[in-house]
């Protein structure tokens, strides 16, 4: 038996796989066959309906094209024919995994035309949520990406994580997805009683389970061998093509809108930036896992500081008055009426607001004309514009690569398509 | 963000070198934005580039139905070192909305343009593969537009196709 073992290994051994790094030019004339294939739309491994037009010769990728729309909604049409607080609903649709930063980068938007202020607790009960919302994320794309790897239970580990973030987000909002918890001017209700410990437990839980991770992946022979040095880029080219987020960092380039431009109150904050070296697969995934364990520092130190005061702001030409007002008050009544029949109007031009999602750069452009509906509303989706990178990632890699690399880019089609 | 003042350093600076390529400035909620002609669209974007601004965030339309000239363009421009943001816009009319492609340029540009012209029908010349991106590719019109109504869609229900019924419209 052991002979047989040692023989394996020595087969193993004998195999040349400094082929993986050179560019295969010994074919030469009519030997050079190249095959056009199809990769998706239905594709388990291209998360979501991704469709590839790949040119291989033999098992090395030559060219690759991504064909994308097939999940197109028009949510930047419907959001011109609602009002300001009803297009929330809709944006926040378009990356199915981090509504809460579709709607912060809308309602920042929005809020800076109106020049609303919004309240202090309004803006850590949002820091609050969007970490637990990076932090879910980045549990999703781990489970997939380690699957698309071959790790199985690496899913089922990260989905129970997940699940008990998605029970916070009921806990807080009533909705387990595209909870429209965050409302121009604020958050839509002060935190539940019993919330705060239950996420304090989350956060005092959840370092060990990512100690647990790193145990499963990091030192997995077969992990190591799918993503060390394969497919990296650097961060020139990176930023040529407009990458942004972990892909980013994970080249070695710490540019982060939480650290370098602070908006809602992360300037409060301590925590650090992960950042890879090489920017090849195995720096991408790391990175997104050390992101997991900053993010949590975040939310337990927006716990400790959670500020009193409104959740959300105290123009009534905006936010909803509160319910009990509504049996006192005539005023509250008539904004009421004027905010649930119309909506708010805002003032004519264009505002572009950035914010760091956990795939990179994503911000809302709006356009208002003066009226209670937008004129125009465009998110710029990170994964839309880092899927560019795709191609010169996996140019002249193996075809397996190109899966684990995918996982390892982390597109949402949702957001490509919106 | 580089303040009023600072933008009309830029803009002056410019001008010196394009003397009809800035057409305004405009200041507003603390973010700067130069419009600029579209023919100067690519030296504009390489100056603001050798002024520190080496990374374009975002590229996307806006339909200004009815005013004239309709369609505009916006480039954002971030620079990492400074910490700032830069919008250049530009006008085209709908009747020749053509505008040079900034992608051999800046190479984050190829898709986003793509679906500006995909939503708009802004035509970036020089763009190495200008098709469709989001939109089939034999459709017609260009939806973001304003004047193109919601729920133009003919919408087919297999249903429909079954007793014989065309499009629903």
């Known amino acids: 038996m052991s002979l047989e073992v040692s023989d394996y290994r020595r087969r193993e051994e004998s195999i040349d796989i400094t082929a993986r790094t050179q560019t295969l030019e010994h074919t030469e004339g009519a030997e050079r066959e190249l095959l056009t294939l199809n990769m998706g739309p239905h594709h388990p491994a291209t998360h979501g309906v991704l469709r590839l037009l790949v040119t291989l010769e033999g098992e090395v990728v030559r060219s690759l094209q991504p064909i994308i729309g097939y999940l197109h909604t028009g949510i930047e049409k419907t959001a011109e024919d609602k009002s300001y607080w009803k297009a929330i609903t809709v944006i926040e649709r378009m990356d199915y995994l981090a509504y809460y930063f579709n709607a912060m980068a809308f309602c920042g938007a929005v809020e800076t035309l109106l020049e609303v202020e919004v309240p202090k607790r309004a803006q850590y009960l949002r820091v609050i949520h969007l970490e637990l919302n990076r932090i879910m994320s980045h549990l999703v794309w781990l489970g997939t990406a380690a699957l698309d790897i071959g790790a199985m239970s690496m899913y089922f580990y990260g989905f129970r994580e997940r699940e008990t973030i998605l029970d916070l987000f009921e806990y807080s909002s009533g909705q387990r997805m595209h909870t429209r918890y965050i409302q121009v001017g604020g958050v839509f209700e002060d935190l539940p009683s019993g919330w705060v410990e239950k996420c304090r437990a989350f956060c005092a839980e959840m370092p060990d389970r990512v100690a647990q991770y790193r145990d499963l992946l990091a030192k997995n022979e077969i992990v190591l061998n799918r993503l060390r040095n394969v497919c990296p880029l650097s961060a020139d080219r990176l ?6 987020g972990p892909l980013l960092r994970a080249a070695g380039n710490p540019w982060d809108l939480r650290k370098a431009m602070p908006y809602s109150s992360y300037e409060d904050f301590d925590f650090k930036i992960p950042i890879g070296t090489l920017g090849d697969n195995y720096d991408r995934f790391f990175v997104r896992v050390a992101e997991i364990e900053e993010s949590l520092k975040i939310i337990e130190q927006a716990l400790d500081g959670l500020p009193e005061g409104s959740y959300i702001t105290d123009d009534r030409k905006v936010a909803l008055p509160p319910r009990y007002e ?12 004027k905010l649930v029949t119309e909506g708010f109007r805002v003032p004519p031009g264009e505002v572009y607001y950035p914010i760091e999602g956990p795939r990179g750069e994503l911000a809302c452009f709006v356009r208002s004309d003066g009226s209670s509906k937008p004129a125009r ?18 140019e002249n890699a193996y075809i397996a690569d190109l899966i684990a690399t995918l996982a390892c880019l982390d597109p949402i089609v949702g957001g490509i398509d919106r | 963000m580089p303040d009023a003042t600072g933008l009309e350093l830029l803009a002056q600076e410019l001008r010196e070198l394009h003397p009809d390529g800035v057409l305004d400035t405009t ?13 100067v669209i690519r030296p504009a974007l390489g100056f603001l580039r050798g002024k520190g601004f080496g990374f374009l965030a975002s590229v996307h339309g806006v339909d200004y139905y009815p005013d004239e000239p309709r369609l ?3 480039y954002e421009l971030l620079s990492m070192e400074q910490l700032d943001r830069i919008t250049v816009k530009l006008r085209v009319s709908i009747d020749d909305p053509q505008v040079a492609s900034v992608t051999p340029d800046w190479p984050t540009a190829d898709h986003q343009e793509r679906e ?30 304003r004047d193109f109504p919601i729920g133009g869609e003919p919408v087919l229900f297999t249903k429909d196709g079954a007793q ?3 499009y629903t419209a």
Do not use: W
């Open chain 2, 164 to 166: 014989g019924k065309d």
């Open chain 2, 72 to 74: 505009g363009v916006q």
């Open chain 2, 116 to 145: 500006v012209y995909d939503m708009f029908g802004v035509v970036f010349d020089g763009h190495p593969d200008l098709r469709r991106i989001l939109m089939p590719e034999d459709y017609e019109g260009h939806p973001q537009r």
């Open chain 1, 326 to 337: 509504l049996a006192t008050s005539m005023e509250a009544l008539i904004h009421h009426f």
């Open chain 1, 239 to 244: 930023l040529e093509l407009g990458v942004t």
């Open chain 2, 27 to 39: 200041f507003f909620r603390g973010k700067a934005a130069l419009s600029v002609d579209p023919t």
């Open chain 1, 377 to 394: 509303v465009h998110v710029r989706d990170p994964s839309f514009v880092n899927l560019q990178a795709f191609g010169p990632m996996v």
